[in-house]
């Protein structure tokens, strides 16, 4: 690691690397902060930033490196940070990444160097629809899916939800990640948990850095 001017003053002040142009993310844009790129909307981070925080305290605490996890669907590519989080506990997974937004897909492979590849499939698609048709199933579904801070409604209804879980192999995970930091978000993550729960009992929460991210286990 060089510990050059740029590197040691982003600890300080954060700087625009590109601003995206993007329809569907207005305020799109990767900054450089802390060391590093992320990937930002105008009120959340996308990738590499507090979202790493959450996904990793989630994946510790249900003990993903000894899950043997194979094959994962992650709904909401943004930059990568997901499967680069879960190739540290084994570069051998395959993750199939769905993905809405081409300007999304264009700065993570110019900026983070998310490429398809032999561990990466990446569809260029609406998860919503993706899901209706896919006819594989997986060892965990991973949903990230937003549009700066908000989850689009049809992605927190109970039919999807089940949709969701007829793609998991037994002992799957359903993974859901949930903005919990304002009093109103908080409010919307626990109204949707009630759904969950009536949809997939057993479901629970799971508190990851100032988000919440919902949990079920395919029996």
């Not at 844009?29 to 996904?55: E, I, P, Q």
């Not at 006819?135 to 939800?161: G, I």
């Not at 037994?170 to 109204?191: E, P, W």
């Amino acid at each position: 690691m060089k510990w050059n001017w740029p590197y040691i003053k982003s600890f300080f002040n954060e700087t625009l690397v590109e601003q995206g142009h993007s329809k569907l993310n207005p305020g799109l844009a990767v900054w450089y902060a802390y060391g590093r790129k992320m990937l930002n909307t105008t009120h959340v981070n996308y990738s590499f930033g507090r979202l790493d925080k959450v996904f990793r305290s989630a994946f510790q605490q249900l003990g993903i490196g000894g899950r043997g996890l194979q094959d994962v669907l992650l709904l909401g590519l943004g930059a990568g940070n997901v499967p680069r989080i879960l190739w540290e506990y084994d570069p051998q997974i395959k993750v199939v990444a769905v993905e809405i937004d081409p300007e999304v897909l264009r700065l993570a492979a110019a900026h983070f160097g998310m490429q398809p590849g032999p561990q990466l499939e990446i569809v260029l698609a609406d998860a919503l629809l993706y899901v209706g048709e896919c006819k594989r199933t997986f060892d965990m579904v991973v949903v990230d899916l937003f549009v700066d801070a908000e989850v689009p409604e049809a992605a927190c209804n109970q039919l999807y939800l089940l949709q969701l879980t007829a793609l998991l192999k037994a002992n799957g995970l359903l993974v859901f990640n949930r903005l919990a930091h304002t009093a109103q978000l908080r409010q919307q993550t626990v109204d949707f948990g009630r759904k969950m729960v009536e949809a997939l009992p057993g479901a629970y929460a799971l508190d990851a850095d100032l988000n919440r991210v919902w949990v079920y286990e395919k029996k």
